[in-house]
């Protein structure tokens, strides 16, 4: 039996544990890391990136130099996400000292790398033609070109080019220089977490203590007579010294006059090309400072031996902790960005309060209408019957009758709930710091996890909304299977066969044999089975009984007018909707597919809602105009008209390859992008088309509802 100190640890650390599949968690500010003078640090490396190609590629499958102890993962880095993502973090050759200026350090155990062959040559000749970048991380921090303290730059891209061409010649960025930015404190947190750890050993020694006085009771009542004072003594001013840590700890630390600790809080390089011969002795240059004209670069030739060096330079900086991200996660844009977000939350609410309010007074006046018929027989002030003005009321025995392939339609909106949840709760968590850029692969994983887990709630949603319309729970298996099967399976199917088309340029972008088998495996042990138990939930709720009654024979539907044509309301749906969106939309594609961090998840949070908000009155003022217009076919169509929006997602999709990408050159990288985008568009189709079936349904229901009349 665990102590009270293990289970509320494990109790705090349980939900964190389940978003990553218990691998490494990280938020922000909430495991600081001290170092005192000369404390070694060891830098990391990432895979190499490409905004050109989208293809990442491992660091060590290039002609770089490797650490004397060999390669290893660092496994608390590696979660699903990354994995998906192709990020592969190793340790390097690089090696800092606290607060020790260091030059002229050699990254390769041996002195230089090298000869270079035909094959390595021409791999870095095409890397460097499409822009390949290195990524390096310390202490969790992404290495960067920029000046982390200058206010002006409005966004930083992480890593630095792998090298350059000038004049038809390729040369490698062989020397780097380091500038590590530092932010003194006294030891505080190293402190707190030693005291924490030593009261969870005193904790623990006090309860094996006990289980053994109880196994031993002549010992108990030497205790309690005070024979084991001293160790009685012992743990208690251990615990009361535990206790006291966190408030005095850095106090008596500063007083004792012990040595400062310092944290790191920014990470920036310069590289530069410098051809230096083997075995030489290493000149003192600083890149960017000097002026390094008479410098000769390190070519990139077959047979060259290239010298990696590196210089380590330390500054003191004002930037604490918690703010050490601050500088990455600055986005494009400044003022204007937020200007736009607001001017688009403001023409949301406007738009949604017209909508709202058209809807309600003319569907009260039509209601006041329709009742002063059935108790008076007429119209008020006499005129023509309202049925011939209002539509609606004449469809009554045939607005609820089931419609064709009923059975894909719940299917549909049952998948649609199932991805609105996930990324709710995903972009809430997110809103709150828990699934920073700082925790790499944790939103992807968060994603994965959320939707794996909230499968029941589509096979709850699909198997009801099918007997809603069917009036019967018969074959209920089917639409759960059905529901289990269907969008993950297209989602499979589309890195199924990404994956085989990236497969053979060797790129960490294709997804290792062991994820694809363990997504598999996670869709058929975990998801299957809570689709089929959700399934089995709705069964057993009773039927929501419609407020009139459907006519054994179908009325026949009029040609609708210019206003009420179905092409006409699914494509103006879809407007209001993405022009909601398009702004925040432009950010995060950009960040995405152009490499700058995006942490404005509190704006995607507000826009995304403010966008359902839209989707649905816009969908119901379009199922209104559909069924005045005496069509009663509205289930199929209330879908579509909702999941409009991602026509036009999919069309701005195509516009930002074509004006933004247009770097983004040859089949395998274009192909990429479509497919990616084609998962985000599908996903949009569903969630949308879910919203838009489920406002209409609700609006149906009620103004039938309120008409009273069989």
């Known amino acids: 039996m665990r102590d009270r100190s293990e289970r509320r640890l494990l109790g705090a650390l349980f939900p964190l544990a389940l978003l990553a599949f218990a691998s490494a968690y990280y938020v922000p500010g909430t495991y600081p890391a001290e170092f005192k003078v000369g404390e070694p640090l060891q830098v990391h490396v990432s895979t190499l990136t490409s905004f050109d190609t989208e293809l990442p590629y491992e660091y060590y499958t290039m002609p770089f130099c490797k650490p004397a102890e060999g390669v290893h993962r660092i496994a ?105 930015l530092v932010y003194m404190t006294h030891g505080e947190y190293t402190a707190a977490r030693d005291s924490y750890a030593k009261s969870l050993t005193v904790d623990s020694l006090d309860t094996r203590h006990h289980r053994h006085l109880l196994r031993n009771p002549h010992q108990n009542s030497r205790a309690l007579l005070g024979g084991d004072s001293e160790a009685a003594s012992a743990a208690a001013t251990a615990t009361a010294s535990a206790e006291g840590a966190d408030g005095t700890a850095a106090a008596s630390t500063a007083e004792a006059g012990n040595p400062p600790y310092y944290m790191v809080v920014g990470f920036e390089v310069s590289p530069c090309s410098i051809a230096r011969k083997a075995g030489a002795e290493i000149e003192d240059i600083v890149c960017g400072v000097d002026d390094n004209s008479h410098i000769t670069p390190q070519e990139i030739k077959e047979g060259a031996n290239i010298v990696y060096t590196y210089d380590v330079y330390w500054q003191d900086s004002k930037i604490k902790w918690a703010s050490r991200w601050d500088a990455y996660l600055r986005m494009p844009g400044g003022k204007v960005h937020w200007f736009s977000i607001v001017n688009s939350l403001l023409v949301v609410l406007v738009m ?11 569907v009260r006046r039509d209601l006041s209408k329709y009742e002063a018929l059935m108790v008076d027989g007429s119209a008020p002030g006499g005129g023509a019957d309202p049925r011939d003005e209002a539509g609606w009321k004449l469809v009554a025995g045939d607005v609820f ?57 589509a096979g709850f949603t699909a198997v009801y909304v099918w007997g809603l319309m069917e009036r019967s729970f018969n074959n209920w298996q089917g639409v759960a299977a059905r529901v289990a099967v269907y969008y993950p399976g297209l989602n499979l199917l ?20 062991g994820m694809y088998f363990s997504l598999v495996g996670t ?23 419609w407020p009139v009654k459907t006519n054994q024979i179908p009325r026949h539907i009029p040609p609708a007018p210019l206003a009420a044509s179905p092409l006409l309301l699914f494509l103006a749906a879809g407007v209001l909707p993405f022009g909601t969106m398009f702004i925040e939309l432009y950010f ?76 983004l050159t040859g089949f395998i990288p274009v192909f990429i992008y479509l497919c990616y985008m084609s998962l985000f568009v599908m996903a949009f ?10 406002a209409s349904l609700w609006f149906v229901y009620s103004i039938f509802k309120a008409v009273k009349a069989d």
């Not at 609105?420 to 700082?438: R, Y």
């Open 76 to 180: 608390n880095a590696a979660n699903p996400g990354t994995i998906l993502e192709g990020i592969r973090i190793e340790n390097s050759p690089y090696n800092f000292s606290m607060k020790v200026k260091q030059t002229g350090l050699k990254a390769c155990p041996k002195g230089s790398y090298g000869p270079l062959t035909g094959h390595e040559v021409k791999t870095l000749q095409r890397l460097i033609d499409q822009h390949y970048r290195v990524n390096l991380i310390l202490d969790n921090l992404p290495v960067t070109v920029y000046d982390l303290l200058d206010e002006k730059n409005e966004f930083l891209r992480p890593g630095f080019e792998l090298g350059f061409k000038r004049d038809g010649k390729y040369y490698i960025h062989n020397h780097l220089v380091f500038n590590v």
């Open 352 to 362: 949604a309060t017209i909508v709202a309010m058209i809807l309600i007074r003319t």
């Open 401 to 457: 009758r089931s419609p064709a392939r009923s059975f894909m339609l719940a299917v549909q909106v049952g998948t649609g709930v199932q991805i609105l949840a996930a990324s709710l709760v995903t972009l809430v968590l997110a809103t709150l710091g828990f699934l920073s850029p700082a925790a790499r692969g944790a939103l992807l994983t968060a994603g994965i996890v959320f939707f794996v887990l909230l499968a029941g709630l």
């Open 494 to 513: 589309i890195f199924t066969i990404l994956n085989l088309a990236i497969h053979h340029t060797g790129s960490t972008g294709a997804i290792p044999l």
């Open 523 to 545: 869709w058929f042990l975990v998801a299957t089975p809570l689709t089929f138990i959700g399934g089995m939930l709705a069964v057993r709720v009773p039927l929501l009984d």
């Open 588 to 663: 995060a594609m950009t960040s995405l597919w152009l490499g700058y961090f995006y942490y404005l998840f509190g704006f995607v949070l507000l826009i995304g809602a403010l966008t359902c908000v839209i989707n649905a009155e816009i969908a119901v003022l379009c199922t209104y105009v559909q069924l005045c217009a005496e069509d009663y076919s509205w289930w199929w169509r209330s879908f579509y008209r909702g999941a409009s929006v991602s026509l036009y997602i999919g069309v701005y999709a195509v516009g930002f390859l074509a004006s933004s990408l247009s770097t």
């Open 685 to 694: 189709y569903y969630a949308m088309g879910t919203l838009g079936f489920g």
